[in-house]
């Protein structure tokens, strides 16, 4: 049996409405089969979005705070609570059929939790899962936070990896609504910054290799297409 494809796009930073407008593109054409799957590597400019189940008191700050550090506050309907986005941390959104790949809700995110683990061990960090609070953990410090959305069998929205992340701007927020639970970066376990394209590469090859898939770069052509269509869809 032929192993599935998935078209990468790796793409720079792009504002979260514009790569939310991307998502719908690619979930579309994935939902009707015009791409078997998809992912998306990326970062994102400042931001704090409130998942589905996000509470009002898990965000800390006014607006005027918020825009004092130009960070944008964004209702997301991605499952979970709060959570930031922003220069040096790390985006993935794989958009895939489930149904086809033969996973259910749960199996896909311990598959995108395991890629995380294996990605961080080949930088000889240890981290680990904490059982009814998706993500990954260094200890009792969150590094990467999980949040999906499963429609028509198709996943959208993915994982954060804090790599190079400013940390400080966690402080705004109740991380995924967990109190007493602190955030790290690989920067900070390592004490030096990352490289940003390696982590990528290390990530992505880790992806491929836990989901079993063969993977075909997404053109400049066709990432440019794609973005005209999001300007236009969030104009």
Request: proline fraction near 4%.
């Amino acid at each position: 049996m032929p192993t599935p494809k998935i078209t990468v796009f790796n793409l720079e930073s792009l504002e979260y409405k514009k790569a939310y407008c991307f998502q719908l593109h690619l979930h579309n054409r994935v939902k009707n089969k015009d791409l078997p799957h998809a992912i998306m590597l990326l970062e994102h400019p400042p931001v704090i979005t409130m998942g589905v189940r996000s509470k009002s008191e898990n965000l800390y700050v006014d607006s005027m705070t918020l825009n004092h550090h130009n960070i944008d506050l964004i209702q997301s309907n991605r499952g979970g609570d709060i959570t930031y986005h922003g220069p040096g941390q790390l985006v993935v959104y794989p958009i895939m059929n489930l149904e086809q790949l033969d996973y259910g809700v749960k199996s896909y995110v311990r598959q995108l939790e395991e890629t995380v683990i294996q990605s961080l061990a080949s930088y000889h960090i240890l981290s680990n899962r904490k059982e009814g609070y998706p993500g990954v953990w260094v200890e009792s410090q969150k590094i990467a936070a999980i949040g999906c959305k499963i429609s028509q069998n198709v996943s959208m929205h993915g994982f954060a990896l804090n790599v190079n992340t400013n940390l400080d701007h966690f402080s705004f927020i109740n991380p995924c609504g967990l109190t007493g639970m602190g955030v790290t970066s690989m920067e900070k376990l390592l004490k030096e910054k990352q490289s940003m394209q390696q982590v990528r590469t290390v990530v992505l090859q880790t992806f491929l290799d836990v989901f079993n898939l063969q993977s075909v770069q997404g053109t400049h052509q066709m990432i440019s297409h794609i973005l005209k269509e999001a300007a236009h869809e969030e104009a």
